[in-house]
């Protein structure tokens, strides 16, 4: 089912609402907390997700896959914002790439073991937001990275946000 309105806006509120804000950070903070926890839809996690920066930390990015509403297409999509094709390599030997070599590794095990039992939700990586996300990839280096992460998930796609949806005016 797609995202009503009002889950929309919220969405483009937790991505973008400090701009237009000017209360202090605990305030900001705490309201951006009730509106994470209103996240009522796999879709509407996997719009958030869509739309987050990619150089997020691994734990920012654990949080939204650790989240109940968590599905198979939310999963693959931050796989792919995480540069998969790098972490199938040479194992790093520490720092920011050993963090995101074992973000990559854990989120593939756990797809591979059904992990994610919701599939309502399609994420193609050769098709996010107009471009490939396999592109640009040697044919080898793609071939490490297993099968099952290259493939579509199940579900029906969700429409991206659009300029309408950042209109949240006072409502949250």
Not at 148 to 165: K, N, Q, T, W, Y
Request: net charge negative.
């Amino acid at each position: 089912m797609a995202p009503s309105a009002q889950q929309r806006r919220r969405v483009a509120w937790l991505l973008d609402g400090h701009l237009a804000d000017d209360y202090d950070e605990a305030t900001h903070d705490a309201r951006w907390e009730r509106q994470f926890a209103a996240v009522a839809s796999p879709e509407e996690l996997f719009l958030y997700a869509a739309g987050s920066h990619p150089n997020q930390s691994p734990r920012e990015w654990r949080r939204l896959l650790d989240h109940p509403l968590c599905d198979a297409g939310t999963a693959i999509l931050i796989f792919w914002r995480n540069s998969p094709v790098h972490y199938y390599g040479d194992e790093p030997a520490g720092g920011w790439d050993r963090e995101r070599y074992a973000l990559v590794r854990e989120i593939e095990r756990r797809y591979s073991a059904g992990g994610y039992p919701s599939a309502v939700v399609r994420f193609d990586p050769a098709s996010f937001k107009g471009r490939s996300l396999l592109a640009g990839h040697r044919a080898e280096e793609l071939e490490r990275v297993p099968e099952v992460m290259r493939r579509p998930s199940p579900g029906a796609p969700v429409p991206p946000l659009a300029s309408e949806d950042f209109e949240w005016g006072d409502e949250f």
